[in-house]
């Protein structure tokens, strides 16, 4: 079955300890992407991967990392996470021709205390 | 930054009754698509149109772009419970993605 997984699911965490949360997909796909769901504010997209070792910044990429050494895996890294960073996180992938459809995690709802 | 903005923000309606969820967005752009999310889950495809494209349908899923007004809109046709989720849109340039706040829409049974 075409998936993207991602674990964990949910993280309660405290302020400065560092955390990573996986994201792995099934689907060859080159595009990869992490995006913070919070209320009113929509999707926005924290960093994304043409390929591998290949990364760039989306909107709102402060107090994260990525790193996309595998095709199928692109981890995001909370070196210190703060309290602002609590949110729903989503990964996601698609191809980079063709079709843009983007397949999506099932969400890693972060709690930073 | 948001790209797309839905209006309304949130909608209910009967079961069978249609819903129309519009999307403006500020630049150019190669597609738009329309998503689904259930409460707290990933997101879910619906349908992509083209910036060449001005109308798109998939069941009873009836999607319009106006690119000249910025602007889209998704009908859900004879809706049903089943389709109370939120619903967004996000428009693609090259390898940049923007989604919208959402519309939520609620269908009563």
């Known amino acids: 079955e075409a998936q993207v997984t991602q674990n964990p699911r949910y993280l309660i965490t405290v302020t400065g300890k560092k955390l990573t949360v996986t994201c792995s997909q099934n689907?060859?796909?080159?595009?990869m992407s992490w995006y913070r769901q919070d209320p009113g504010l929509g999707l926005r997209q924290i960093y994304y991967s043409m390929n591998v070792e290949v990364t760039d910044k989306g909107d709102v990429p402060e107090g994260y990392k990525v790193s996309r050494k595998e095709k199928r895996n692109f981890p995001l890294i909370l070196e210190s996470p703060s309290p602002n960073q609590t949110s729903l996180y989503f990964c996601?992938?698609?191809?980079?021709?063709?079709?843009?459809?983007?397949?999506f995690g099932p969400g890693t709802r972060l709690t930073v205390t | 930054s948001q790209q797309g903005e839905e209006d309304p923000q949130a909608l209910s309606i009967q079961e069978g009754e249609n819903a129309t969820m519009n999307c403006s967005y500020k630049t150019s752009i190669n597609n738009l698509q329309w998503y689904r999310q259930n409460s707290g889950r990933g997101l879910v495809h619906l349908i992509l149109i083209r910036s060449n494209e001005r109308e798109k349908h998939s069941g009873r899923l009836r999607v319009t772009l106006d690119t000249s007004k910025k602007s889209s809109s998704l009908l859900i046709t004879a809706s049903r419970a089943a389709d109370t989720a939120s619903y967004f849109c996000?428009?693609?340039?090259?390898?940049?993605?923007?989604f919208g706040a959402g519309t939520r829409l609620t269908v009563k049974p």
């Open positions: 689907m060859n796909h080159e595009y």
């Open positions: 996601a992938s698609r191809q980079t021709s063709g079709s843009y459809e983007q397949y």
């Open positions: 996000a428009t693609e340039a090259v390898n940049d993605m923007r």
